[in-house]
């Protein structure tokens, strides 16, 4: 199994933290109908929750608990497998009678 890239995991806090901005800001600027303490707030409160939803995200990629593991994955691969790679494997494992 494939751990996932930094990148990726950057991209789905900040995608995550979009869609919370609004909410909060929305919150925000109802309690307090001010646009700038709602500003102030959404962005210290959501600028903090990026930051720790990314080391969240890669701590728990390190933890194997309630993962199912793949039973081709202790199978070393020095390099990326080609289509036409992954199409002999394919016809193997249906040939073995592990898919359909």
Request: hydrophobic letters at 45%.
């Amino acid at each position: 199994m494939a751990l996932e890239t930094r990148t990726r995991a950057w991209i789905k806090s900040i995608v995550w933290r979009i869609l919370g901005i609004f909410v909060l800001g929305t919150i925000a600027w109802l309690v307090t109908h001010s646009w700038k303490e709602m500003t102030i707030i959404t962005i210290i409160f959501h600028g903090v929750r990026v930051i720790l939803y990314y080391f969240h995200e890669r701590v728990w990629e390190r933890i194997h608990w309630g993962r199912i593991k793949h039973p081709l994955s202790n199978i070393p691969v020095n390099k990326e497998l080609t289509p036409e790679d992954l199409k002999i494997i394919q016809n193997q494992l249906k040939k073995l009678g592990y898919i359909d």
